[in-house]
């Protein structure tokens, strides 16, 4: 299949995809033009609202565009900018979660929730008591249990936290350290707050060893994504200032994953940013570039590519 946009009349940036009823819907965050210059916080990403879109045919179909489905205005504790967001669906209901900065300039992740796919959501008054940064990605492990990865550096403000805590000035890892690691946590039954306290997602390379935090062509930046194939668990995330989509493979959400390699070397823009979805006996890669801007790293455009695994269970990587 060749590689093709999505949305070519608007900017949709960070997708979520997962497949509800048969269809396939997609979850992106939406660019603005904001005029707000560009910083290393990414001020410059003020999104205000979230669209749904569906397909009933990832090849050549049409992509429907649900409308305005949470709009900030909506959210009681709401600051500024709605970043990424992911889906899940538990008992009837669909549950949104995004991050989203409160009256403090402080990111937290919020659930809404809708009896639909499509929406609209209606977000609870409060964000998830214990949450932090950014990039929330939801796997449903089929037992009954969800877990959250989550978590982003620099403007995403990962590097403000140790131990679930908050420190008083933002902390880095020297270059031969263990690399700041993205989080994951066990979700509540009734899916509205965390079930535990959130523990780092460690990534070894091949002798065991944690990625460090100066091996930022491989160590964890942003935009966690998971998803499982022949039963291993498939982390997968970008590494930000070298703009890479990079994966790990565990044996349980936990981890820990091994790092494996590229699953898609750098685009135009900034930030990279995926979904990864089987959707009728086919595997797909959904992300974003700047290519429709002319390369306005804050104005994004959702594209989809095919996946292929080598036999061994590796990913090809996509270029
Ligand atoms: O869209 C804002 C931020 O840019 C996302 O939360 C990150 O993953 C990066 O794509």
């Known amino acids: 299949m060749k590689a093709r946009y999505l949305v070519p009349n608007d900017y949709m940036a960070d997708p979520a995809v997962h497949v509800f009823n048969g269809k396939l ?52 504790w709401a600051g500024r900018q709605l970043w990424d967001c992911d889906l899940a669906f538990k008992n009837g209901r669909y549950y949104m979660y995004f991050p989203l900065k409160d009256k403090n300039d402080i990111f937290r992740i919020g659930v809404a929730i809708s009896d639909r796919p499509e929406g609209p959501f209606i977000p609870q008054p409060d964000p998830i008591r ?77 002798n065991g060893r944690p990625l460090t935090a100066g091996d930022n062509s491989k160590r964890f930046f942003e935009a966690s994504w998971i998803h499982k194939y022949n039963g291993k668990y498939y982390f997968s995330y970008s590494t930000g200032d070298t703009h890479l989509l990079c994966y790990a ?26 979904a990864i979805v089987e959707f009728k006996g086919k595997c797909y890669l959904f992300h974003h570039d700047c290519v429709p801007s002319g390369g306005i790293t804050w104005l994004r455009s959702l594209k989809v590519a095919e996946l292929h695994y080598n036999p061994n269970g590796t990913i090809q990587t996509v270029e």
Not at 50 to 74: C, K, Q
């Open 25 to 76: 819907y997609i979850y992106p965050s939406h660019d603005r033009e904001s005029g707000i210059p560009e910083n290393d916080n990414g001020d410059h990403f003020d999104m205000r609202d979230y669209h749904v879109f569906s397909m009933e045919d990832v090849e050549n179909g049409a992509v429907t565009d649900h409308g305005v489905v949470l709009d900030v205005n909506d959210i009681p």
């Open 130 to 206: 214990g949450s932090y940064s950014i990039d929330p990605a939801i796997l449903d492990d089929g037992d009954g249990r969800f877990y959250m990865y989550f978590g982003g550096l620099w403007g995403g403000q990962l590097q403000r936290y140790r131990d679930n805590k908050i420190l008083e000035c933002a902390a880095f890892p020297a270059d031969n350290e263990p690399a700041i690691p993205s989080r994951i946590v066990k979700l509540s039954d009734d899916m509205l707050q965390f079930a535990e306290e959130p523990q780092p997602v460690l990534i070894l390379d091949k």
């Open 249 to 274: 493979i565990g044996d349980n959400p936990y981890g820990p994953f091994v790092y494996q390699g590229v699953i898609l070397n750098p685009v135009v823009g900034w930030t990279t940013h995926h």
